[in-house]
Structure formats: C-alpha cells, structure tokens
C-alpha cells in the first residue's frame, strides 16, 4: 500500500473521547483517520445535560451537533469517514483496521474510543417487538408514547433520565429495578419521586414482553413476594447499562473481565501503539467530561509515542 496511505493515527468511534483525540491530533499536524457510525456517538441518546463543563444547560443533540461542528472545523488534518470497523489487527509498520464493505485502513497508532452499547433483557419477546414498542433509547422514540403506559427498565441514571422524559409525554410510567434501592442520582430521582404519574417497583424481575403487532403487556417476577405480575404498557425502555463494543480487538488487545480495554490513566494498553479512551475502557466513571479528557490524553500519548519511532 502507498505511503500516503498510512495515517499517524486512526481513531476509531466517533463519540466525545474520540472527537476530542482527532481535536488534540489535529492540533499536533498529525494526519488521522476517524472511523464512526454515529456522529457524536452515545451522546446523542442523552437527554438533558446539566454537567458539561462551561455549557450551562444542553441536551444530548445539541452537545454532539457542538462536538461535531469543532471536528470539522480540523478536517484540513482529520479525514472523517462514517463506517464500521470489524477488526483491527498489527503488522509490520503499524496496524490495519478492517471495515464492513471489504475498506482496509493503515495508520502507525490506534486510538480505540468505540464506547459501548445497550445491555439487552434476553427475556421472551424482547428480540420480537424491538422498535415495536422495545426501546433502548428514550430520547429517541420518548415521542411515539404521547397518551400511553409505559414502563422503564432499571434504577440507575440511565432508566432515571428515561423517565425524566417520558414525564409528560406519557399518562403512566412505571420504573421496574431489581433490587430493592435506586442506584441513580438523588438529584434526578427527585424530578420523578413523588410524581403521581410515575410508579417505582422495587424487587422487580423482568420476565417476559408480550404483545401481538406492538407491545401490550410486561410480566415480571416481585422477588420479595415470589409472585408473578403483569403490567398493561404499550411501551418498554430498556436501561440496564451497556456493554464496551470491543469485538474488532479482542485477540489483539487485553481486555478486563467484563470485556473492557484495560488502559493506563494516559490511554496505553499492552500493545505499544494502541491506545484507548472513553467508555470502551475499564474506566471507572461513565461520563461525558471523563470521556473526553480520556480522548485529549491517549491523543497526546499517541503523538509521543510517534515521536520516538525511527
């Protein structure tokens, strides 16, 4: 392959950390590629941001199109391209990055920032009405419910902010957590608690998803009681976490126990090159602001890193 061909870096995700590492790069006059699906990535699915540093208050949308449009303002160093990575494997001059349509990219270093994905029910029925009546994105599908029950998997920021939204676009919301204590964020838990719209049900074990065209029905265990129960909804939201999305790497890179990067505080694994940042990593904080500070520091642990090659 021509040497033209060979980028210093390839950044792969095109969330806030890998943004921010095209940002630093660029800024470094490294050429890099960015390979991503999603323009601003996980963040687009957030609802209302009130902890961005400097932004006052935002929402999910309006922070990517921000990301995004500081990006291209780099494009003279950054090539952007919307595309899915497979694999990512070294060789002799660095590392080839494999994509879905058969493309092949090279770069000296890797800076992997792929985030992570919706955690799945695995319970009857969810496979078969997903995006009918299933959901893993309030913000996105919130507005379909307008006038309808709905209920909301998981007591943590995620299934929070979920019901946040669907406030006052649906007549009931139910908020369904294993366990018998929300882990989410006082502070949201406050819009919602006493809300006679909305209804927390502790000791809740989802069992099944029913319905006929759409959803109609939500079976779920009351561990506490040891019965059986069932709820009348039109709608689902899943939030029960998310999964790194670190198939491409996972013969080439360590990963932890539950399938994340395992990277150093400056985005180094054990492969020298191959750095990580974001929500792929073993990361302790799932945040938009340590996300991107992940991405400035693998970006300036990759422009050291090519500064000592030959």
Known sequence: MPKEN???????GYGPAAITAAIYAARKQLRCILIGEVPGGEVVNSGDIENWPGGGETD?????????????????MVKIVQASITKVSWEKEGFRLHGKNGHEFRAKTVIYAAGRHPRLLNVPGEKEFK???????????????????VAVIGGGNTGAEAVIMLQKIATKTYLLHIDKQ???????????????????????????IGGEAMVNSLTFEDTAAGEEKKLAVAGI???????PNTEPVKKLVELD???AIVADRYGATNVPGF???????NIRDAQ?????GQGCSAALSAGDYLSRLP
Do not use: M, Q
């Open 288 to 292: 938009i602001v340590v996300a991107a």
């Open 257 to 259: 126990e539950f399938g």
């Open 6 to 12: 060979l980028f210093d870096i390839a950044i792969v």
């Open 275 to 281: 750095f990580a940042a974001g929500d792929v990593t």
């Open 131 to 149: 995006n009918r009546g299933v959901s893993y994105c309030a913000t996105c599908d919130a507005p379909l419910f307008s006038g309808k029950a």
């Open 237 to 243: 939201f899943v939030a029960i976490g998310a999964l």
């Open 60 to 76: 999910g949308i309006a922070l990517s199109e921000a990301f995004v449009k500081h990006l291209r303002a780099h494009e003279d």
């Open 182 to 208: 929300l882990t989410a964020d006082p502070i949201l838990v406050k819009n919602f608690r006493d809300d006679p719209k909305v209804e927390i049900i502790y000791n809740a074990k989802t069992t099944e």
